[in-house]
């Protein structure tokens, strides 16, 4: 004989969950128009149930590691099947990894472009300190203080070119 566990007949309102959740009573609307939400109503009011709030969390979960609300409803309609959750775990899963493997790359892609835009950055006031010292973007002071300085605005190019790839 199986053990049946129940949540509380607790209910909530969009108000509450607002709260509880940091969201706007329009993405709650949002969710429920796209089927992802399905409150009880009592008149005029939406009256949200522990699996609406359940459901609420994963959709806020997913829409923040980047689930497209397709994919977070995909996961959610594979709870309550009769598997004890590992259909809906399973398919979580997959999309999780993909995740993981698009940010990865994301996060490639941007490693490489802020390098570019350092080497690029480096080679621009390079130009620019030999031409228009002047026009370095906050550096009045210290162009002033280059020329005051051993070597002048070409140390300070060189300087700042070490530091740019230092820190990348």
């Not at 999309?95 to 490693?111: G, L, N, S, Y």
Request: hydrophobic content about 40%; glycine content about 8%.
């Amino acid at each position: 004989m199986g053990l049946e566990l129940r949540r509380p007949e607790r209910t909530f309102t969009i108000r509450q969950l607002c709260l509880e959740f940091k969201c706007t009573p329009r993405a709650l609307r949002f969710y429920e128009d796209k089927g992802l939400l399905s409150p009880a109503r009592h008149g005029l009011n939406r009256v949200y149930s522990y699996r609406d709030r359940a459901r609420l969390q994963l959709i806020l979960r997913g829409k923040r590691v980047g689930l497209s609300l397709a994919e977070i409803r995909e996961i959610l309609q594979l709870y309550g099947k009769e598997d004890g959750g590992a259909a809906q775990n399973a398919k979580a899963l997959r999309k999780f990894r993909e995740r993981i493997v698009a940010f990865e790359q994301q996060r490639e892609d941007i490693d490489h472009a802020i390098a570019e835009l350092r080497e690029a950055c480096a080679r621009l006031e390079g130009q620019l300190a030999r031409v228009r010292p002047d026009l370095l973007p906050g550096e009045a002071g210290a162009a002033d203080a280059s020329r005051a300085a051993p070597g002048g605005v070409r140390d300070l190019t060189v300087a700042r070119a070490n530091s740019v790839h230092m820190e990348s």
